[in-house]
Nanobody, 122 residues
Framework: QVQLVESGGGLVQAGGSLRLSCAAS????????MGWFRQAPGKEREFVAT??????YYADSVKGRFTISRDNAKDTVYLQMNSLKPEDTAVYYC?????????????????WGQGTQVTVSS
Protein backbone atom coordinates (compact mmCIF):
# COMPACT_ATOMS: atom_id res chain seq x y z
CA GLN A 1 0.00 0.00 0.00
CA VAL A 2 1.40 3.36 -1.02
CA GLN A 3 1.69 5.98 1.68
CA LEU A 4 2.96 9.55 1.64
CA VAL A 5 3.63 11.00 5.06
CA GLU A 6 4.35 14.71 5.47
CA SER A 7 6.12 16.29 8.41
CA GLY A 8 7.75 19.58 9.34
CA GLY A 9 4.80 21.92 9.50
CA GLY A 10 4.25 24.31 12.37
CA LEU A 11 3.89 27.89 13.49
CA VAL A 12 6.49 30.43 12.38
CA GLN A 13 6.74 34.20 12.31
CA ALA A 14 6.73 36.10 9.04
CA GLY A 15 10.18 36.06 7.50
CA GLY A 16 11.01 32.71 9.04
CA SER A 17 11.70 29.32 7.49
CA LEU A 18 10.35 25.79 7.61
CA ARG A 19 11.31 22.59 5.81
CA LEU A 20 8.60 20.11 4.95
CA SER A 21 9.39 16.46 4.30
CA CYS A 22 7.34 13.83 2.52
CA ALA A 23 8.37 10.21 2.90
CA ALA A 24 6.97 7.67 0.45
CA SER A 25 6.51 4.00 1.26
CA UNK A 26 5.01 1.05 -0.56
CA UNK A 27 6.80 1.81 -3.83
CA UNK A 28 9.42 4.11 -5.21
CA UNK A 29 8.66 7.33 -7.06
CA UNK A 30 12.24 8.19 -7.95
CA UNK A 31 11.47 8.16 -11.69
CA UNK A 32 8.19 10.04 -11.42
CA UNK A 33 6.88 13.48 -10.61
CA MET A 34 6.26 14.56 -7.06
CA GLY A 35 4.77 17.82 -5.99
CA TRP A 36 3.54 20.05 -3.21
CA PHE A 37 0.12 21.69 -3.09
CA ARG A 38 -1.53 23.80 -0.43
CA GLN A 39 -5.03 24.69 0.64
CA ALA A 40 -5.95 27.69 2.75
CA PRO A 41 -9.29 27.92 4.58
CA GLY A 42 -12.09 28.72 2.18
CA LYS A 43 -9.86 28.39 -0.87
CA GLU A 44 -9.22 25.73 -3.46
CA ARG A 45 -6.13 23.55 -3.38
CA GLU A 46 -3.36 25.22 -5.34
CA PHE A 47 -0.11 24.12 -6.90
CA VAL A 48 3.11 25.09 -5.11
CA ALA A 49 6.03 23.19 -6.63
CA THR A 50 6.94 20.02 -8.46
CA UNK A 51 10.03 18.00 -9.28
CA UNK A 52 10.67 15.32 -11.88
CA UNK A 53 14.17 14.09 -12.60
CA UNK A 54 16.34 17.14 -12.31
CA UNK A 55 13.62 19.58 -13.33
CA UNK A 56 11.68 21.77 -10.92
CA TYR A 57 8.82 24.21 -11.37
CA TYR A 58 7.25 26.67 -8.96
CA ALA A 59 4.14 28.73 -8.62
CA ASP A 60 4.87 32.42 -9.15
CA SER A 61 3.78 33.16 -5.58
CA VAL A 62 6.63 31.08 -4.10
CA LYS A 63 9.33 31.39 -6.75
CA GLY A 64 12.61 32.55 -5.22
CA ARG A 65 11.46 31.70 -1.69
CA PHE A 66 10.68 27.97 -1.81
CA THR A 67 12.91 25.13 -3.01
CA ILE A 68 11.76 21.61 -3.80
CA SER A 69 14.26 18.76 -3.71
CA ARG A 70 14.30 15.00 -3.35
CA ASP A 71 16.47 12.24 -1.95
CA ASN A 72 15.75 9.19 -4.07
CA ALA A 73 17.71 6.91 -1.76
CA LYS A 74 15.25 7.80 0.99
CA ASP A 75 12.19 8.14 -1.27
CA THR A 76 11.67 11.54 0.30
CA VAL A 77 10.82 14.93 -1.18
CA TYR A 78 11.42 18.19 0.63
CA LEU A 79 10.07 21.71 0.46
CA GLN A 80 12.36 24.34 1.94
CA MET A 81 10.32 27.46 2.63
CA ASN A 82 12.12 30.72 3.34
CA SER A 83 10.92 34.29 3.80
CA LEU A 84 7.52 33.00 4.80
CA LYS A 85 4.54 35.32 4.59
CA PRO A 86 1.16 35.18 6.36
CA GLU A 87 -0.43 34.37 3.00
CA ASP A 88 1.58 31.13 2.93
CA THR A 89 -0.59 29.85 5.77
CA ALA A 90 -2.29 26.66 4.60
CA VAL A 91 -2.36 22.90 4.86
CA TYR A 92 0.44 21.61 2.65
CA TYR A 93 0.00 18.34 0.80
CA CYS A 94 2.58 16.12 -0.82
CA UNK A 95 1.56 14.32 -4.02
CA UNK A 96 3.07 11.67 -6.29
CA UNK A 97 2.29 10.85 -9.90
CA UNK A 98 2.63 7.72 -12.00
CA UNK A 99 4.23 9.81 -14.73
CA UNK A 100 7.46 11.68 -15.26
CA UNK A 101 7.14 15.31 -16.23
CA UNK A 102 6.09 18.70 -14.96
CA UNK A 103 2.46 18.73 -13.86
CA UNK A 104 0.59 21.60 -12.23
CA UNK A 105 -2.87 20.08 -12.07
CA UNK A 106 -3.83 18.22 -8.92
CA UNK A 107 -5.78 15.56 -10.81
CA UNK A 108 -2.56 14.38 -12.49
CA UNK A 109 -1.29 13.09 -9.16
CA UNK A 110 -2.47 9.68 -8.01
CA UNK A 111 -1.25 9.62 -4.43
CA TRP A 112 -1.63 12.18 -1.66
CA GLY A 113 -0.42 12.64 1.88
CA GLN A 114 -2.63 13.62 4.77
CA GLY A 115 -1.35 17.19 4.87
CA THR A 116 0.64 19.24 7.35
CA GLN A 117 -0.40 22.63 8.73
CA VAL A 118 1.81 25.64 8.15
CA THR A 119 0.86 28.81 9.98
CA VAL A 120 2.74 32.07 9.47
CA SER A 121 2.04 34.82 11.96
CA SER A 122 2.45 38.50 11.14
Amino acid sequence: QVQLVESGGGLVQAGGSLRLSCAASGRTFSSYAMGWFRQAPGKEREFVATISGGTTYYADSVKGRFTISRDNAKDTVYLQMNSLKPEDTAVYYCAAANLAGIFLRANTYSYWGQGTQVTVSS
